[in-house]
């Protein structure tokens, strides 16, 4: 085993680590991050095994099929990160509505409780 793979199988292991460590994630998510993290180290300490896949799926080098793949995750995870961000966005938008119309209600009632007569005094 070279230097490089050792380096790279550890930082996978540390991410695959750092993917199951997260608290409240789904089981099929850790699942899935055991599955890529095992296929990342076997893909790193057998090189030969990335060209099977290649023939296997029909194409020409197995550098090209990890780059697919991981070109396929990171559009998954980007997608992921903005429909988070998207829901993120509308609950504050619902929480800043909810806290600017209590606040414009409590102020119209002490208005009506400082002016009994209802005059707008400017």
């Known amino acids: 085993m070279t230097i490089i793979q ?4 550890l930082s996978a292991l540390g991410l695959g680590f750092l993917g199951l460590s997260s608290f409240r994630r789904p089981v099929f998510l850790k699942v899935l ?5 095992v296929g990342a180290v076997l ?14 799926v029909g194409v020409d080098r197995g550098v090209d ?27 504050i938008t619902a ?18 409780e400082n002016n009994p007569d209802g005059q707008y005094n400017a």
Do not use: C
């Not at 991050?33 to 993290?37: D, L, Q």
């Open 6 to 9: 050792v380096i790279l199988s």
């Open 33 to 37: 991050v055991s599955i890529i993290t």
């Open 43 to 56: 893909l790193i300490t057998n090189p030969d095994y990335s060209n099977r896949v290649a023939e296997w």
């Open 65 to 91: 099929v990890v780059i697919y793949l991981a070109i396929a995750l990171f559009l998954f995870l980007h997608l992921r990160l903005y429909v988070k961000v998207r829901k993120q966005r509308a609950d």
């Open 95 to 112: 929480m800043v509505r909810e806290n600017a119309i209590s606040r414009a209600m409590a102020g119209a009632q002490r208005y009506v």
